[in-house]
């Protein structure tokens, strides 16, 4: 997929998270005064054998071992996996510009911003609850899903005296406060409260690193780059030769797990978690995954992640809070109608089929989806196709327990501009982050927000 023209502060940005994930430490030098991302230095283990290559990463949860991983998964399944409400947090990277996903036509300066990037009022599908708005014509598969009233949508979110760093900005919505100082994500805090010290599916990050929003104190969370990226190869070892080496291992492995060598039982529980392992995920194999519905097709990761991850919850997998990056780049500083058109369509039909998915797997209702960026693009064109850094951007909350109602409003461009010509914010999006702690997982968001009472809260379920 084409890349804009990204400025310096993303591509540093982007770098930096993921030397941070990656390697918690040895870190490259930041300007003074810039935050760490949350989980910045976070225990990090590979769970990964030689003889059975098990593509998971468990960040945190110092005290797990081989044994109590699989032991607290299947404790939690049991325990209300199959019941339990999943929040898909979806990250839009580089400030998607808001201003051209729902398009104000019906604004007179709209045009006199936008001389080259105005979309023709004949483009796109209208935007039922604001006739001045509508749809950019890559955004259909939204479009449909607000029509069906699964789609509540925030024209202008963002927070009070905004920072238009993609490293601060960022940083802010991933710690769910304005506090440079926040080591922990949102939704690390409230798996802190609410998690279970021996399963880190609760909190699963969608790719090769962890999503700072989901780091812990003291619970694991883990990262995978999808439900078909399991592997169970050894090196040169093919075929039925294979197949029989993974036959023998598994009770070779249950012989010696409760051996009282430590070496020999540590080896036990290895291969013993690895067999295990390679049963519970061989139905989510490449190729393997059987969807009700279709899904795009891309060289993108994000059309089969989704894929996967509906089957994961279909069978009853223990997950919680899930993280994933949408595709495309939105830093659209220069040729921007192509960038943002092909990043948007891909998200926008990828997430219509994940909906669809869910319902025709009958647990719709248990998954709500968060769709967010650091922040939206100014209101006036730059003199590259393209535009700059703006403060209150789109977010939209998707699923069928969604209200699916306008939160806020498009503040127009003739009074809704700040001083710097970018769009005022209408909603706070601390204030959506406690209603789906308090509305969606039923638990005190003052625990988890800094100041939490002092945001109101948007009626986001119906």
């Keep these: 997929m084409p890349r804009a023209c990204a400025c310096n502060d993303f591509n540093r940005t982007e770098l930096f998270r993921r030397a941070a994930a990656t390697a918690g430490s040895g870190?490259?030098?930041?300007?003074?005064?810039?935050?760490?991302?949350?989980?910045?230095?976070?225990?990090?283990?590979?769970?990964?054998?030689r003889s059975a290559g098990l593509a998971i990463a468990v960040y945190g949860g110092s005290k797990l071992s081989f044994g109590a991983?699989?032991?607290?998964?299947?404790?939690?399944?049991?325990?209300?996996?199959?019941?339990?409400?999943?929040?898909?947090?979806v990250f839009l990277d580089g400030g998607i510009d808001s201003i051209s996903t729902l398009f104000p036509t019906g604004d007179p300066r709209y045009t006199a911003l936008r001389p080259k990037l105005a979309l023709p009022a004949s483009s796109g599908f209208a935007f039922t609850e604001d006739a001045r708005l509508r749809w950019h014509a890559s955004a259909e598969g939204l479009a449909k899903l607000h029509g069906e009233g699964k789609l509540s949508v925030f024209p202008a979110i963002g927070y009070t005296s905004p920072d238009k760093s993609h490293f601060t900005s960022r940083h802010y919505w991933e710690v769910g406060a304005n506090d440079p100082?926040?080591?922990?994500?949102?939704?690390?805090?409230?798996?802190?409260?609410?998690?279970?010290?021996?399963?880190?599916?609760?909190?699963?990050?969608?790719?090769?690193?962890?999503?700072?929003a989901l780091a812990t104190a003291t619970m694991p969370v883990a990262s995978m780059d999808g439900a078909d990226r399991y592997s169970f190869e050894a090196?040169?070892?093919?075929?039925?030769?294979?197949?029989?080496?993974?036959?023998?291992?598994?009770?070779l492995g249950a012989a010696h797990a409760k051996s009282n060598d430590p070496a020999l039982r540590y080896a036990g529980e290895v291969i013993s978690q690895a067999a295990i392992l390679r049963?519970?995920?061989?139905?989510?194999?490449?190729?393997?995954?059987k969807s009700p519905v279709t899904y795009?097709?891309?060289?993108?990761?994000?059309?089969?992640?989704?894929?996967?991850?509906?089957?994961?919850?279909?069978?009853?997998?223990?997950?919680?809070?899930?993280?994933?990056?949408?595709?495309?780049?939105?830093?659209?500083?220069?040729?921007?109608?192509?960038?943002?058109?092909?990043?948007?369509?891909?998200?926008?039909?990828s997430l219509l089929a994940f909906q669809?998915?869910?319902?025709?797997?009958?647990?719709?209702?248990?998954?709500?989806?968060?769709?967010?960026?650091?922040?939206?693009?100014?209101?006036?064109?730059?003199?590259?196709?393209?535009?700059?850094?703006?403060?209150?951007?789109?977010?939209?909350?998707?699923?069928?327990?969604?209200?699916?109602?306008?939160?806020?409003?498009?503040?127009?461009?003739?009074?809704?501009l700040d001083k710097e010509g970018n769009l005022k914010a209408t909603a706070d999006f601390r204030g959506l982050y406690a209603a789906i702690l308090e509305q969606w997982f039923e638990t005190d968001a003052g625990a988890i927000i800094p100041n939490a009472a002092s945001f109101s809260r948007p009626q986001i379920l119906k």
């Design 69 to 89: 991983l699989d032991d607290g998964i299947a404790m939690a399944a049991a325990n209300g996996g199959a019941d339990s409400r999943v929040l898909v947090s």
């Design 296 to 349: 795009p097709t891309s060289n993108d990761s994000f059309p089969r992640r989704l894929q996967g991850l509906a089957a994961m919850i279909a069978t009853g997998l223990p997950l919680r809070c899930v993280a994933i990056s949408a595709p495309g780049h939105y830093d659209t500083h220069a040729n921007q109608p192509e960038a943002l058109s092909q990043g948007l369509k891909l998200t926008s039909d």
């Design 235 to 251: 090196p040169r070892v093919t075929g039925q030769v294979q197949t029989r080496m993974h036959e023998t291992l598994a009770p």
């Design 279 to 289: 049963g519970q995920v061989s139905p989510f194999q490449a190729g393997a995954i």
């Design 27 to 49: 870190l490259p030098a930041i300007e003074p005064g810039m935050p760490l991302p949350a989980g910045t230095g976070l225990n990090r283990r590979t769970f990964l054998t």
């Design 181 to 212: 100082l926040l080591r922990t994500g949102w939704l690390g805090r409230f798996l802190d409260r609410t998690g279970r010290a021996n399963n880190p599916l609760q909190g699963l990050s969608l790719e090769n690193r962890l999503q700072p």
């Design 356 to 416: 669809r998915d869910l319902e025709a797997r009958g647990i719709a209702d248990r998954v709500l989806v968060h769709v967010w960026s650091e922040f939206g693009r100014r209101a006036k064109e730059n003199g590259s196709d393209g535009t700059d850094h703006g403060a209150a951007g789109v977010g939209f909350i998707l699923g069928t327990r969604a209200r699916g109602q306008m939160v806020g409003e498009f503040p127009g461009l003739a009074n809704g």
